[in-house]
Nanobody, 126 residues
Framework: QVQLVESGGGLVQAGGSLRLTCAAT???????????MAWFRQFQGKDREYVAA????????YYADSVKGRFTISRDNAAEELYLQMNSLKPEDTAVYYC????????????????WGQGTQVTVSA
């Protein structure tokens, strides 16, 4: 099992930056470094949308086209944390952001992730 807790959300003006953190607690007996991680977001009244993913080792990253060049996903396996640096934020980035984990290979669909955090609200004002 993996417990995930997001933090770092808040209210920011358009063009600003935020850094989200996802703290993981692994109780499965496996190392955090064996889980691929991802960020998703959910707009009000919509399904969750993939934002970015990172391989278990941290060496490979993937981004949705909507955030490419503005967001950066990274992880610290020693600290058991996942990050999302969000720059040049736009009002359309306003959503609840979730981190998710799955064993081994990185994937970009919500159905393929077994473990989820509770989410953190990001609001970008115009």
């Amino acid at each position: 099992q993996v417990q995930l807790v997001e933090s770092g959300g808040g209210l920011v003006q358009a063009g600003g930056s935020l850094r989200l953190t996802c703290a993981a607690t692994v109780t499965s007996g496996r190392a955090f470094s064996t889980y691929a991680m991802a960020w998703f977001r959910q707009f009000q009244g919509k399904d969750r949308e993939y934002v970015a993913a990172v391989s278990a080792g941290g060496g490979v990253t993937y981004y949705a086209d909507s955030v490419k060049g503005r967001f950066t996903i990274s992880r610290d396996n020693a600290a058991e944390e996942l990050y999302l640096q969000m720059n040049s934020l736009k009002p359309e980035d306003t959503a609840v952001y979730y981190c998710a984990a799955r064993p081994w290979a990185a994937r970009t669909t919500s159905e393929e992730h077994s473990f989820w955090g509770q989410g953190t609200q990001v609001t970008v004002s115009a």
